[in-house]
């Protein structure tokens, strides 16, 4: 769905997800998105209080600091929201959600951002992101702790450091003025596109496809080839010389866009009905919260737990090899010792000889040894018999090669 050929707001469910708890906002001159979490399948509860509350804010501000000021109100202003709802639902403790958006007032975009969706500025075909994550990953790579490399395939890295929930009665939530000017493409997008398109891709779609909802449909589309287990959604505006990015009805996206199962109004109402009702409203499955409240003991704790796993790796990787080893070695002991219960008859120095273990050689280990040389001259046998004994005779044991020996005897005495 679109409201302008200037702006888009698409939200998609993907592949794996039984509801969307995304929400996105693309109004006059504000752009949203909110990606929920946590909670008994609270975080569509989350982000659509979030974004119709912040929603309220879409007007034209007289400088990009009121604008910027307006915007961070306005999510402080949803974090009470959801503290609010979650005290009046215990069911839904836990809830959060991430909040990235942009309030463009003239040749100026004010950002508030906490989470892990991200703002992203294409200027001249080449994609910038604006927003940092507030990741425990990225909290790794910042330190120098990981490499960005590394964050892409962590264990933990969906794990959030910051979100807007109940947990925070101060979130510590980013904002900034920055400038723009027509020409510039918005895209504002939840981890559900950035964890799985590459920035490549996405900057090729946004250089290539004109048309900001084609271009939209077009992220979405490649979320989907690539499996989109999670929800994603995108916002696009195209900044042009006019002061607003919009000239009809705003339009809302994802969990925002569907009547909640209660909201703020009815939910003093709905403290009276008996608990058990609000549950089957939500016909969802709760999804293993990913926030973490932000606090150095945590912060520390997940490093810590980082370097255990990485020690276990490296005690696997030893016991395997070690292991290996071990049973190396045991078969060539076993395999040397089977040789040598085997026996032949050959030539050692002119005379015939028994030789105990197996005539074949294992690189430069011998398996066999003169085991007794008897006074039998091997040029006394015939032509044939020493040609024989010089390619060897093998005895299935030491007696079957003591009775070879005694019939060469008799031949050489012939
Ligand atoms: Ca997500």
């Known amino acids: ?64 600091h009121d604008a910027e000021f307006a915007l961070q109100s306005a999510l402080i202003a949803a974090n009470s929201m959801l503290a609010e709802t979650v005290f009046e639902h215990n069911e839904l403790t836990g809830m ?78 980013d904002t900034a003025v920055i400038e723009t000017k027509p020409g510039d493409r918005w895209l504002i997008c939840s981890d559900g596109l950035s964890s799985y398109v590459s920035d490549e891709k996405i900057q090729t779609v946004l250089t290539t496809v004109p048309r900001a909802l084609d271009a939209a449909d077009r992220l979405i589309k490649e979320s989907l080839d690539q499996g989109a287990p999670d929800n994603v959604t995108v916002v696009l505006v195209d900044v042009d010389d006019t002061d607003d990015s919009s000239h009809l009805p705003p339009i809302t996206v994802g969990s925002a866009a569907t009547p909640l199962s209660f909201d703020s109004d009815s939910a003093r109402r709905a403290l009276r009905l008996p608990t058990l009702l609000l549950h089957p409203l939500k016909a969802t499955q709760p999804d293993p919260s990913h926030f973490e409240p ?11 737990e980082d370097h255990r796993r990485a020690i276990r790796r490296r005690v696997t990787w030893l016991v395997g090899i070690a292991l290996i080893v071990i049973a190396v070695v045991i078969a060539v002991i076993l395999g040397y010792q089977w040789t040598q219960t085997h026996y032949y008859v050959g030539e050692s120095n002119g005379k015939v000889a028994i030789f105990r273990g197996v005539q074949q050689n294992l690189g430069p280990i011998h398996l066999s040894s003169v085991y007794q040389t008897t006074a039998i ?38």
């Open 96 to 173: 959060g959600t991430t909040v990235s958006g942009i309030l463009r007032v003239g040749d100026h975009v004010a950002v508030a951002h906490i989470g892990d969706s991200r703002i992203y500025r294409l200027r001249n075909s080449k994609l910038e992101q604006i927003t940092a994550d507030h990741t425990f990953v990225q909290r790794l790579v910042d330190s120098g702790r990981i490499t960005p490399e590394e964050a892409a395939v962590h264990p933990r890295r969906s794990v959030l450091m910051r979100v807007l929930g109940d947990v925070d009665a101060s979130p510590e939530i």
């Open 1 to 64: 769905m679109a409201n302008s050929g200037k702006s888009a707001a698409v939200s998609h469910v993907g592949k794996i997800r039984a509801n969307n708890q995304d929400s996105g906002y693309a109004g006059q001159y504000l752009f949203v998105v909110a990606d929920g979490m946590g909670g008994h399948a609270g975080g569509d509860v989350a982000s659509a209080i979030a974004v119709k509350r912040i929603s309220e804010i879409d007007r034209l501000y007289t400088s990009p």
């Open 294 to 304: 932000e606090s150095d003991e945590y912060l520390d704790e997940l490093i810590e």
């Open 377 to 414: 001259d091997v040029s006394k046998l015939d032509a044939f018999t020493q040609k024989t004994v010089q390619a060897s005779l093998s005895a299935v044991d030491l007696a079957q090669a003591e009775d070879i020996v005694d019939r060469l005897a008799d031949a050489a005495k012939q």
